[in-house]
């Protein structure tokens, strides 16, 4: 059993499809399938039903994949600490994100850090504060970076940086009343977001229940979100990050409700090796400047 059977076999059992799992591993459908029959014939068991021209997996599959992604992980942590001996020269550090750090928070930390280290890989995973959890967990990711609270004691987490949250609508509004907030018609993000964990925490802040609003719009992605908004859908709660260039440009108005600092926090698996290159970029985080707040 090879680390290449593996690889391709957790491609095609989290796929389902073996042209798209053999595309995604960098091999031909044919060598996909070669590795699969040899693991299944020198364990004399069958890893996935064919079932018409779908495959699924079997219960021993399902079984294996658990294993598999743990000894990839595993193998994954042995390169990153040989990769240390090169003194940071070279390397590949996998990162994943939520939404708002990954397209507006991370990127310009990012590259400050690539022009110091210039030979070390980033690639960026992004997901919401759920997924982002998993994939540090499991080791598919070395370090996340979240907006939305994290519970699982797997995982160490910290304060990176903050964030201001506001309210936006395309119309202004003088005051903002818990009648107000029960009327008005709201866009969302998806659950499990940590905008929206965020939101329905300041709305029972104020002796409200979210299930209690006017929710017109869930949508994946601040971009929909925003645009939403700003077709006159309804009110929003999003990032200063997000919103900041149509609040200049007049195209949005922030409303007048406070809201406590929002905090980003780093997770990272307790068990797993610390890499150099991830302690360099948690450095290189701490020392960049701090966003500058936007003036209701």
């Known amino acids: 059993m090879t ?31 070669a590795a699969i029959a040899t693991l299944e014939a020198r364990h004399a ?3 996935f039903h064919r079932v018409g021209r779908g495959i699924e997996l079997t219960d021993a599959g399902r079984f294996f994949l658990g294993e598999a992604r743990a000894v990839l992980a595993r193998a994954a942590e ?3 600490a040989l990769g240390d001996y090169a003194g940071l020269k070279r390397g590949h550090l996998r990162l994943v994100a939520s939404q708002t750090i990954a397209a507006y928070w ?19 995973a992004i997901a919401n504060t759920e997924g982002a959890a998993r994939q540090v967990r499991e080791g598919e990711a070395e370090l996340g ?37 029960i009327d008005a018609p709201w866009v ?3 659950t499990g977001s940590g905008t929206r964990a965020t939101f329905e925490a300041a709305i029972r802040d104020r002796g409200l229940d979210p299930r209690n609003l006017n929710v017109v719009l869930t949508l994946p992605s601040n971009e929909s979100v925003l645009a939403a908004v700003r077709a006159g859908v309804g009110a929003a709660l999003l990032s200063q990050l997000v919103v900041a260039p149509l609040l ?11 809201l406590p600092p929002r905090l980003f926090h780093g997770l990272r698996q307790k068990e797993r090796y610390r890499s150099k290159a991830a302690d360099a970029l948690l450095e290189a985080i701490e020392s960049f400047g701090a966003q500058p707040d936007w003036v209701i």
Do not use: C
């Open 3 to 33: 680390l290449e059977q593996l690889r391709i076999f957790v491609a095609v059992a989290e796929r389902e499809h073996m042209t798209r799992a053999a595309e995604a591993v960098g091999v031909t459908q044919s060598a996909a399938s």
């Open 45 to 47: 068991i069958k890893l």
């Open 78 to 80: 042995a390169e990153l």
């Open 106 to 124: 991370l990127p310009a930390r990012l590259a400050a850090f690539h022009r110091r280290y210039p030979e070390i890989e980033l690639s960026v």
């Open 145 to 181: 970076f979240v907006e939305g609270a994290v519970d699982d004691p797997a995982l160490a987490h910290w304060k990176v940086g903050e964030d201001r949250m506001l309210l936006v609508s395309s119309t202004p509004a003088e005051a903002i009343t818990n009648a107000w907030l």
């Open 188 to 190: 969302m993000r998806e």
């Open 248 to 258: 200049e440009a007049r195209a949005l108005f922030a409303l007048p409700l406070a």
